[in-house]
């Protein structure tokens, strides 16, 4: 299994920074092996969309609506997964998720909900002006 359990959400108005964290842990998420992790957010009333996603070897993908905004990174110890989230917009207010794709594969071209096996409960982030 894999666990993830997100924190930093909050409030913050308009213009504003947040950084979310990501503890990743399980008996079958090894540092070493393949993976393929990344952030998602729901807004109310939507579907759940990728904004971000990284592989053991820090390659990244971003979302079009997040690119020059938020940065998807992870620690060294490949335990922790950060989402640094700059110039906040009131349409970033959602429930922000992290998620692992089953342990052992790369990412590739994933970039969708289908092919993450692995959720957090979600952190709430609120952008008001």
């Known amino acids: 299994q894999v666990e993830l359990v997100e924190s930093g959400g909050g409030s913050v108005q308009s213009g504003g920074s947040l950084r979310l964290s990501c503890a990743v842990s399980?008996?079958?998420?090894?540092?070493?092996?393949?993976?393929?992790v990344g952030w998602f957010r729901q807004r109310a009333g939507e579907e759940r969309v990728a904004l971000a996603r990284?592989?053991?070897?820090?390659?990244?993908r971003y979302a079009d609506s997040v690119k020059g905004r938020f940065t998807i990174s992870q620690d060294a110890a490949k335990t922790s997964l950060y989402l640094q989230m700059n110039n906040l917009r009131d349409d970033d207010t959602a429930m922000y998720f992290c998620?692992?794709?089953?342990?052992?594969?790369?990412?590739?071209?994933?970039?969708?909900?289908?092919?993450?096996?692995?959720w957090g409960q979600g952190t709430q982030v609120t952008v008001s002006s």
């Open positions: 990284i592989d053991r070897d820090g390659y990244t």
């Open positions: 399980g008996s079958r998420f090894k540092a070493y092996n393949p993976y393929c």
């Open positions: 998620a692992s794709g089953e342990p052992g594969l790369w990412c590739h071209d994933r970039f969708s909900t289908v092919y993450f096996s692995y």
